[in-house]
C-alpha cells in the first residue's frame, strides 16, 4: 500500500534579513490512509513549517511531497489547488467568519465550489448535526464558546469532503475538558469517514488522547518516529523522552534521586514482580507516580520507582526488572 502522504528529504530554508533559518532539515515520513498522526515538537522546532509544506501553503526549499500519488511540486496551480480540495485544515484559532452565522460559515466551502444554495444549506445541517451543534445554526461566532467554534470549523472543513485533514494546534487555545471532546470527535471523524488525520501539537497528552502514529521533530530534524505505544513504552531519543516525562508533576522529588520508569500493559501482573523485587534485593523502593493510559486503545501502566540509595542494590532491581521483561528507563539523565 502507498502512503496517502510521502514526505521525502523536505528541506526549508527561511531567509531573515542577512540570516539562514534552517526550518526543516531532510524530513522524510510516511503517513498512511486512516492512520491518526501526530507532529510534535517544542515552540520552533518547525512543526507549522511542516503542516504547511503537507498542502503547498509554504513551498519547499527541497525535497519532494506526494498525496495520494501527486508529487506536489510537480502539479500546475490548477491542479495543485484541485489537490488541495482533498487536505482541510483546522486551526488553533478557528479562522471564522465572524459577520457569518454557524450555518453560513459550514456553507462557504461549498458556495465557494458552486454547490446550490438549497443542497449546501442541507449538508451543512448534516454536518453540525454530527458536530453537535444543529441547534446553534443561527448563532454567530461570537456567541459561541471555543470548544463550539472549534465544532463549527470541524463542520465546515467536512462539508468539503476531504481525504485528509491537518490540524495546526486546533485543541491549543481549549481547556483540558473542551481539548478532550473536541479530540474525540476527530477520532469518530476519522473512524465514520477514514479521514486521515494529521495533528501538530506541543502536548504529548494530545497525542497519547488520540494519535496511532507520532513523530518528534526538534530544531527541524525528525527525532524519532514510530506507533505511540512503542514510543510511549521506550523512547530512544533524548528528544521523545523530554516529551513523555515533562508531563510528570513528581519531577521535584525525582531530582537527584535515582529512579527508574517501568511501562506494562495494564493486564501483566506487576505488582508482585514490584512485591518478589523488594523481598528479593531486601529493600525498600518509593513509588512516586503510577498512571495508566489508553493508547490508541491499548491500555499501558506505567510507575516512576525512586531506587534505593545503594547503587549495587538499585542495580540489581533494574536486571530484576528487566529479566521481568518490563520495559525499564533509568531517569537520572532527563529530569529535571
Ligand atoms: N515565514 C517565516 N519567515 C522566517 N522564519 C520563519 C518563518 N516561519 C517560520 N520561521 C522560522 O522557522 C522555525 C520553525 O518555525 P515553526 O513555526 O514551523 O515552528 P513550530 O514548531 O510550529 O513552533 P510553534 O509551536 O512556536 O508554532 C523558527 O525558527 C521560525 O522562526
Same mark, same amino acid.
Given at each position: 500500500? !502507498?502512503?496517502?502522504?510521502?514526505?521525502?528529504? %523536505? =528541506?526549508?530554508?527561511? #531567509?531573515?534579513?542577512?540570516?539562514?533559518?534552517?526550518?526543516?532539515?531532510?524530513?522524510?515520513?510516511?503517513?498512511?490512509?486512516? +492512520?491518526?498522526?501526530?507532529? *510534535?515538537?517544542?515552540s520552533?522546532?518547525?512543526?507549522?513549517? %511542516?503542516? /504547511?509544506?503537507?498542502?503547498?501553503?509554504?513551498?519547499?526549499?527541497?525535497?519532494?511531497? *506526494?498525496?495520494?500519488?501527486?508529487?506536489?511540486?510537480?502539479? @500546475?496551480?490548477? !491542479?495543485?489547488?484541485?489537490? /488541495?480540495? =482533498?487536505?482541510?485544515?483546522?486551526?488553533?484559532?478557528f479562522n471564522l467568519l465572524m459577520q457569518r452565522n454557524v450555518l =453560513?460559515? $459550514?456553507?462557504?466551502?461549498? +458556495?465557494?465550489?458552486?454547490?446550490?444554495? #438549497?443542497?449546501?444549506?442541507?449538508?451543512?445541517?448534516?454536518?453540525? #448535526?454530527?458536530v453537535g451543534l444543529e441547534e446553534k445554526a443561527k448563532a454567530y461566532p461570537a456567541q459561541l464558546s471555543?470548544?463550539?467554534?472549534? /465544532?463549527?470549523?470541524?463542520?465546515?472543513?467536512?462539508? @468539503? =469532503?476531504?481525504?485528509?485533514l491537518l490540524c495546526d494546534e486546533a485543541t491549543s487555545a481549549l481547556d483540558p475538558q473542551t481539548t478532550k471532546s473536541i479530540l474525540q470527535l476527530l477520532k469518530e471523524i476519522n473512524q465514520k469517514y477514514g479521514i486521515t488525520i494529521v495533528i501538530i501539537t506541543h502536548e504529548m497528552a494530545v497525542v497519547q488522547e488520540i494519535c496511532s502514529h507520532v513523530a518528534i521533530i526538534d530544531h527541524g530534524k525528525l527525532a524519532e518516529h514510530?506507533?505511540? @505505544?512503542?514510543?510511549?513504552t521506550a523512547p530512544k531519543s533524548k528528544e521523545a523522552k523530554k516529551l513523555i516525562y515533562q508531563g510528570y508533576e513528581h519531577v521535584k522529588e525525582m531530582k537527584g534521586k535515582r529512579c527508574v520508569r517501568i511501562v506494562f500493559s495494564e493486564n501483566s501482573s506487576f505488582e508482585p514482580v514490584i512485591g518478589n523485587m523488594v523481598l528479593t534485593c531486601k529493600a525498600p523502593v518509593n513509588i512516586l507516580y503510577a498512571h495508566t493510559t489508553d493508547l490508541d486503545g491499548v491500555a499501558k501502566g506505567e510507575m516512576i520507582l525512586q531506587l534505593p540509595e545503594d547503587r549495587i542494590i538499585g542495580d540489581?532491581?533494574? !536486571?530484576y526488572l #528487566?529479566?521481568?521483561?518490563?520495559? $525499564?528507563?533509568? %531517569?537520572?539523565?532527563? $529530569?529535571g
Open positions: 500500500m !502507498e502512503p496517502i502522504i510521502k514526505i521525502e528529504h %523536505l =528541506d526549508k530554508w527561511f #531567509k531573515v534579513k542577512d540570516m539562514d533559518v534552517h526550518a526543516l532539515d531532510d524530513i522524510s515520513l510516511d503517513i498512511y490512509k486512516g +492512520e491518526i498522526y501526530g507532529i *510534535i515538537g517544542m520552533g522546532a518547525g512543526k507549522s513549517t %511542516l503542516v /504547511r509544506c503537507l498542502n503547498f501553503l509554504e513551498r519547499p526549499t527541497s525535497g519532494d511531497v *506526494i498525496v495520494d500519488g501527486k508529487n506536489l511540486a510537480k502539479l @500546475s496551480n490548477k !491542479e495543485l489547488r484541485a489537490t /488541495r480540495k =482533498d487536505i482541510g485544515m483546522i486551526f488553533q484559532h =453560513d460559515n $459550514v456553507c462557504f466551502p461549498m +458556495e465557494l465550489a458552486g454547490v446550490k444554495k #438549497k443542497d449546501a444549506r442541507e449538508k451543512a445541517l448534516e454536518y453540525l #448535526k454530527i471555543g470548544g463550539q467554534k472549534q /465544532r463549527v470549523a470541524i463542520a465546515r472543513v467536512l462539508a @468539503s =469532503d476531504p481525504k485528509i514510530g506507533l505511540v @505505544s512503542d514510543i510511549f540489581q532491581m533494574i !536486571e #528487566k529479566k521481568a521483561k518490563l520495559a $525499564v528507563e533509568v %531517569l537520572e539523565d532527563y $529530569v
